[in-house]
C-alpha cells in the first residue's frame, strides 16, 4: 500500500470512529453530543455534523427532534410557560417553553420537536409548525 492509500484509510478511520462517538454521544446525553458535534462541524470535511438545523428548513426536515439557535425577538410569559419567537438568518418560529421564555435579543440554542398546529380557515389548512423546546443548551456550546 502506498502513502498516499495510507493517509487516506487512516483519515476514513478516524473520520468514521469521530462520527460514531458522536453519535453515541448524542443518544447518552444530548448536550455532550451537541457539543461535540458542533466541536467538530468546523474541522475541514466534516461541516455535515453541524448539529443546527436552519429554522426554514426544520418543518421540512422530518426530524421531530432538532437543534435551533437564534436571536430571540419577541417573547410572551404565559401561566406556566413561556412563549418566545425565534430568529435566524432562515427564518423564524414560536418555541413553546415549560420555562420562563428567554429576554429579547438574547441569544438561544436549544433541542426541540417539531409540531404543527392545523388551524382551517373557510375549509383550507391555515396551519404553521412550532417548537417545543425540550432542552435550553448552554450558549457556548452552540457558539464556539
Known sequence: MNNLQYRFTCYGAVALAL???TSCGASLNATAGYTLRDRLSH???LARLDPVTPIAEASQSGAATVY???T???QLPLVGQGLYQLVD???AIWVVSPIEPPSVGDAVALRAVMRYEQILLQGQDV???YAEELERLPQ???SE
Open 43 to 45: 474541522w475541514p470535511g
Open 127 to 129: 396551519g404553521e409548525y
Open 89 to 91: 438568518d432562515s427564518g
Open 140 to 142: 457556548n456550546s452552540a
Open 19 to 21: 462520527v460514531a462517538i
Open 72 to 74: 430571540v425577538e419577541r
Open 68 to 70: 435551533l439557535a437564534g
